[in-house]
């Protein structure tokens, strides 16, 4: 146990980074996978094709590959993150923000026909209507599903330590070689930490369900 | 009866034709609906009266033909089609309460981010259309907490709060249990009464005898014969609307 002690500053950093990977691309992935989730469904052709495209690109991409692609690729474009964070940020946001749009996407489906008909009647234009009646209610059916996307990202911010992320998992790299004999207990302390954030979301997530879940 | 239409036409479709892929729908539909008028489509299912009644906001787009509402063409998309679509109230069949929203949130939405009107005027007005359609103890329900009948008088308000120049109901009734027809219908005559431009789309022939101005019965897409209700229901001129009346008002 000592040696937990002893490494506790470290432990702790890396348990930030990892922590603060999956908030701040949590956030950027949501936004973006918003975005891509109107255009998919909006009335003009090219916004739906650009959308399609983008998802069926990262969907269908190894996130190692986008990584790859963001810490090497872009230097023959004259291009370059300002730190390997925020390299990792981009690669887990722009490929997480793909699965996000498709969840949204069925949840907008999910939405009845019916509830756009009428905000449009009203004379509510396409964003509006979207803005403040179909996503509301779609992001309602879409917290199971967002959930599982989350904790998929939480666990994904792992590839950052191949790409000189100090996070969990590349402290379990460092500290297995420094300390092979306590192997175990980094193994358990390196678990602790994905746990302590996925676990939380688990139950924030069913919660949340509740709440808001809408009577029809 | 209403007091009499009078003046330019409201309402105008000229030629307006439809097609659901190779299914042609609507059929050379000539018909102007006059300021204060209450006009009461009915037909067969299928005949396209609701498809009609969907095309004078553009929720249905059409293929050939033009619709002028208070003179001024119906705009293809975007924000100019928005403007002219929060002057057209429209109630649905199945009600369409925004599932999301309470009874009192549904009804000021539109004026709040169509009207830009402030939040406080659009509650007060709310409240006022709401106890006008005798729902004002559910004001802070969500819809689904609400009988049938209740939430399409609801929906009635919410149209209302737009100040709507014409007013569409598709099929208002069609969705209700038999004892709530009555709390609908009841509002939608004293509308009438009041002057509203109404089109109607329904299967109540009370209503159409008590309210219209004018029945128009349509069927196979095309509008089959127009006429005053008492005309319409004592001497239907065509074979299909005397078949179609005999069929529904022996019981």
Known sequence: ?????????????????????????????????????????????????????????????????????????????????????????????????????????SGINAVPAGQAEAARALGLDFRQSLTTVVLPQAFRTVVPPL?????????????????????????????????????????????????????????????????????? | MTSRPNGEPLVRLSGVNKWFGELHVLQDIDLDIARGEVVVVIGPSGSGKSTLCRTINRLEPIEKGEITIDGERLPEEG???????????????????????????????????????????AEKRARELLERVGVTAQADKYPAQLSGGQQQRVAIARALAMDPKVMLFDEPTSALDPEM????????????????????????????????NRVVFMDGGRIVETAEPETFFTNPQSPRAQDFLSKILNH
């Open chain 2, 79 to 121: 924000k100019q089609l928005a403007r002219l679509r929060a002057d057209v109230g429209m109630v649905f069949q199945s009600f369409n309460l925004f599932a999301h929203k309470t009874i009192l949130e549904n009804v000021t939405l539109g004026p709040i981010k169509v009207r830009k009107q402030s939040k406080a005027d």
């Open chain 2, 181 to 212: 027809i009555n709390e609908v219908l009841d509002v939608m005559t004293s509308l009438a009464r009041e002057g509203m431009t109404m089109v109607v789309v329904t299967h109540e022939m009370g209503f159409a005898r008590r309210a219209a």
């Open chain 1, 1 to 105: 146990m000592s040696f937990l002690a002893e490494n506790f500053p470290l432990i702790r950093d890396a348990f930030l980074t990892t922590l603060s990977l999956a908030v701040v691309s949590g956030i950027c992935a949501l936004l973006l996978g918003t975005l891509l989730a109107a255009m998919r469904v909006s009335p003009v052709p090219a916004l739906r094709g650009l959308a399609t495209f983008y998802v069926e690109l990262f969907r269908n991409t190894p996130l190692t590959v986008v990584f790859f692609f963001l810490a090497f690729g872009i230097v023959y474009i004259d291009l370059q993150f300002p730190s390997r964070f925020l390299t990792a940020v981009a690669a887990l946001a722009l490929y997480t923000a793909a699965f996000v749009c498709e969840a949204l996407r």
């Open chain 1, 147 to 216: 959930g599982n996307v989350w904790i998929a990202l939480a666990k994904n911010t792992s590839i950052a330590a191949g790409f000189a992320v100090a996070d969990l998992t590349a402290l379990l790299q460092r500290l297995s070689n420094s300390a092979a004999d306590e192997l175990a207990l980094v193994f358990v302390a390196v678990v602790a930490g994905y746990l302590v954030i996925t676990l939380p979301s688990a139950y924030v997530i069913s919660v949340l369900e509740r709440r808001l879940a809408i009577v029809r």
